[in-house]
């Protein structure tokens, strides 16, 4: 391994782990250290690059006030990253992330080139050299020294770090190879291309290429996005998982579950109580209870029920952890049913966003042309005015849709306990798989029906027990005493001391002779055992109904999304490309045109909506049938 990259290194050292490695569902492998500080920084780098490249375009159009040239200016900065690469291969380095810091220093200093010329031939514009060509030839002239000079110096400066070789040269060479290859082709190419691109566009028609006012404001926003961009590098990451990932995620973290688990365990651990027999009774005395001598005696002795009463102690604590883990069960599908309808929402949301992305690329378009044409009297006002708002409309749906994927995010987050912000892999809504299952199987399966009928033995192992409280209690006991003085025993006086203990075993038996109380219980514990019937054969009843229900959803929704995959989705498309070339050939007026693009964009908005209905009613019937995964 030594001598790469660590980027590559930990290429292969995935590659490996995945042949060689199956983890559980739930668990993965994350990289730290240095590629961890590599990965963060290309993540910056892949913000800050773009940024800057935006925030030179946009100070170039304010400082020349002419798209055309601001894209004549930027041509220096492909031309410079092709020598800040090729200098990178001459020298057999990777790419880094201090040659990325080095390619924004060298977009700057190239830019910088293409300002000098270009400024200098605008001066000599305004002086009243009228000839383009002439003008070229006067700028290079004038302004060849200083390009070379800006060029010259900043390479210079940098070619004792592309050098050197002490301590800190792998993080300085890259960047200085970048920015003095860059250089040399930059120069070289501005000298002759960015004049070239200038003779073109003048020499054709001024009117392409002259600058239309544009929205100030526009581009304040698109420099203040540049600059607030940089907010988000620091914002919480978001990570994404796939549905099977974030179930199993949820079952192992989710905090109500965990309480669901301890109440399992509670349970077992009850269970050893249900042999549970009184106290032991000691008893003492101690005087002249035999004679005018004082004796002592003790008595130990225990009480038991029945010993059907333990057998039906015991049946019952079985029966309340079989309970308890139906409950686990019923909290396990409740938890992974959340988690289905709020990642299928988030896939809704997201493929919600997209379409109403695309359809405010087309009412920004309309309403700039609207104004466009407003301006030049082609139309009325109204027109504007009405394309304007619509636009308006769709930016705030937008941000409505924002807003939800906000909280949906959070809801997911908080289903899974987890710091970091959850997003779902499928950013695309599409159809859930599922092929529907019988009635009695739906029965079986369902954890909560099956918690129900656990319930109703408990009550019927709870009434058996009351019943078997009636039975009699047994005791049985040992005692030892003195007894003091002179006894006659067979016919001859004897006499005893304290040493001498007399002992014996006891046994009783305690009969109940009222039963009405037990009777009254028992009653009470067979209504009880009526009622759990009663209530697991309605529950049984409305799963079925709400079963059938949602079968009927199934298939209403299933042809529904069918029917827009089939045929509305392809004539959606049709129409939207019919209706912008009619309404750009002039073959179709503007009330039309929204009537068209209104009817074929709602039709790919009611199909979102029949998908996103039919996958909700899927996930209803596997909570159902108490499917999880």
């Given at each position: 391994m030594r001598g790469r990259d660590v980027q590559s290194v930990i290429k292969d050292v995935s590659a490996r782990i995945e042949q060689r490695i199956k983890l559980p569902s739930g668990y993965f492998i994350a990289y730290g250290g240095q590629f961890k500080n590599l990965e963060a920084a290309k993540a910056r780098l892949a913000f800050a690059v773009p940024v800057a490249l935006l925030l030179i375009f946009v100070l170039l159009f304010f400082t020349f006030n002419s798209l055309m040239q601001t894209l004549l200016i930027f041509t220096a900065v492909p031309l410079?990253?092709?020598?800040?690469?090729?200098?990178?291969?001459?020298?057999?380095?990777?790419?880094?992330?201090?040659?990325?810091v080095g390619f924004i220093a060298l977009f700057g200093v190239a830019v910088l080139n293409g300002i000098v010329l270009l400024a200098e031939f605008n001066r000599l514009e305004k002086e009243g050299m009228a000839d383009a060509k002439e003008r070229v030839l006067t700028g290079l002239q004038s302004r060849l020294r200083p390009v070379i000079m800006t060029a010259a110096v900043a390479s210079l400066g940098f070619l004792p770090m592309a050098l050197s070789t002490s301590a800190g040269a792998e993080v300085q060479k890259p960047l200085a190879t970048v920015v003095i290859g860059g250089l040399v082709t930059a120069t070289i190419l501005t000298l002759i291309i960015l004049p070239v691109f200038y003779l073109l566009l003048s020499t054709r028609s001024k009117r392409l290429f002259k600058r239309r006012k544009m929205n100030k404001a526009l581009l304040t926003i698109l420099l203040l996005f540049a600059t607030a961009g940089w907010n988000v590098l620091s914002a919480q990451p978001v990570r994404r998982v796939n549905l099977h990932d974030a179930i199993q995620l949820a079952l192992d973290n989710n905090l109500s579950l965990r309480a669901s688990t301890y109440a399992v365990e509670a349970q077992k651990a009850l269970k050893g109580s249900s042999f549970d027999l009184p106290k032991i009774s000691v008893e003492g005395e101690y005087g002249q209870f035999n004679s005018n001598s004082s004796d002592n005696s003790y008595t130990i002795?225990?009480?038991?029920?029945?010993?059907?009463?333990?057998?039906?102690?015991?049946?019952?604590?079985?029966?309340?952890?079989?309970?308890?883990?139906?409950?686990?069960?019923?909290?396990?599908?409740?938890?992974?049913?959340?988690?289905?309808?709020?990642?299928?929402?988030?896939?809704?949301?997201?493929?919600?966003?997209?379409?109403?992305?695309?359809?405010?690329?087309?009412?920004?378009?309309?309403?700039?042309?609207a104004e466009l044409r407003a301006r030049e009297g082609e139309t009325n006002r109204l027109e504007m005015i009405t394309a304007r708002s619509q636009s308006m409309e769709i930016k705030n749906q937008l941000q409505q849709i924002k807003a939800d994927l906000g909280i949906f995010k959070r809801q997911l987050q908080s289903l899974l306990n987890l710091d970091e912000v959850i997003a779902p892999s499928d950013t695309l809504l599409k159809r859930i798989d599922y092929i529907p299952i019988s009635d009695s199987a739906v029965l079986r399966k369902n954890p909560s029906l099956s918690q129900i009928n656990q319930q109703m033995e408990i009550a019927k192992l709870e009434r058996r027990l009351e019943g078997s409280h009636a039975?009699?209690?047994?005791?049985?006991?040992?005692?030892?005493?003195?007894?003091?003085?002179?006894?006659?025993?067979?016919?001859?006086?004897?006499?005893?001391?304290?040493?001498?203990?007399?002992?014996?075993?006891?046994?009783?038996?305690?009969?109940?002779?009222?039963?009405?109380?037990?009777?009254?219980?028992?009653?009470?514990?067979?209504?009880?055992?009526?009622?759990?019937?009663?209530?697991?054969?309605?529950?049984?009843?409305?799963?079925?109904?709400?079963?059938?229900?949602?079968?009927?959803?199934?298939?209403?929704?299933?042809s529904s999304v069918t029917y827009y995959e089939t045929q509305a989705l392809p004539e959606a498309a049709l129409i939207i490309d019919q209706s912008i070339r009619s309404y750009k050939a002039g073959a179709l007026d503007y009330l039309d045109y929204v009537l068209s693009l209104g009817r074929a964009l709602s039709i790919r908005q009611n199909y979102l909506e029949a998908l996103n209905n039919y996958n909700q009613t899927v996930i209803n019937i596997e909570f159902i049938t108490g499917k999880i995964f």
């Open positions: 410079s990253a092709i020598g800040g690469i090729f200098a990178l291969w001459l020298r057999d380095m990777n790419f880094s992330i201090s040659a990325g002795s225990q009480s038991f029920a029945f010993p059907e009463v333990y057998l039906r102690q015991n049946k019952l604590a079985s029966a309340g952890i079989k309970n308890s883990e139906w409950q686990l069960k019923t909290s396990q599908n409740e938890i992974a049913t959340e988690v289905k309808q709020t990642y299928w929402h988030l896939s809704y949301l997201f493929s919600k966003y997209k379409l109403w992305l695309y359809q405010d690329s087309l009412y920004s378009g309309f309403s700039r042309a039975f009699p209690d047994f005791k049985i006991g040992y005692f030892s005493q003195t007894m003091q003085g002179t006894q006659e025993i067979n016919g001859a006086p004897r006499t005893f001391g304290a040493g001498v203990r007399f002992t014996g075993i006891q046994a009783g038996i305690e009969i109940p002779l009222w039963f009405n109380q037990y009777a009254s219980k028992v009653k009470a514990f067979r209504i009880k055992e009526q009622e759990a019937h009663a209530r697991a054969d309605y529950f049984s009843k409305s799963l079925q109904g709400k079963y059938q229900s949602l079968m009927d959803e199934f298939v209403k929704y299933g």
